[in-house]
């Protein structure tokens, strides 16, 4: 298969959809993620040490960025931290 030039690549992402753009760009991006993911888990092996609360940071802020992408996505507004200070 001959490789696309710049000019020629330019005119494809031009002309597709809004919907095929999110495709190809979300195949990508999530393959990715998915990938650093697994490598972030090899660091459960023997050969590293870790505390619980090392573990514990690492799956919070895990879990808080895919509650950011889900939110996001499906188009929930953030909350706007409060400060409720104790009287």
Avoid at 10 to 22: G, S, Y
Avoid at 31 to 40: G, H, M, N, P, Q
């Amino acid at each position: 298969m001959a490789k696309q030039t710049t000019k020629q690549t330019q005119t494809v992402k031009a002309e597709e959809t809004k919907a095929e753009k999110f495709y190809r760009l979300a195949s990508k991006r999530l393959a990715k993620a998915l990938k650093d993911i697994s490598l972030i888990g090899h660091l459960a092996s023997s050969q590293y040490e870790h505390t619980p609360e090392q573990t514990e940071y690492i799956v919070n802020a895990l879990t808080r960025a895919v509650e950011n992408v889900s939110d996001k996505l499906n188009k929930v507004k953030a909350e706007k931290p409060t400060v409720d200070l104790p009287k």
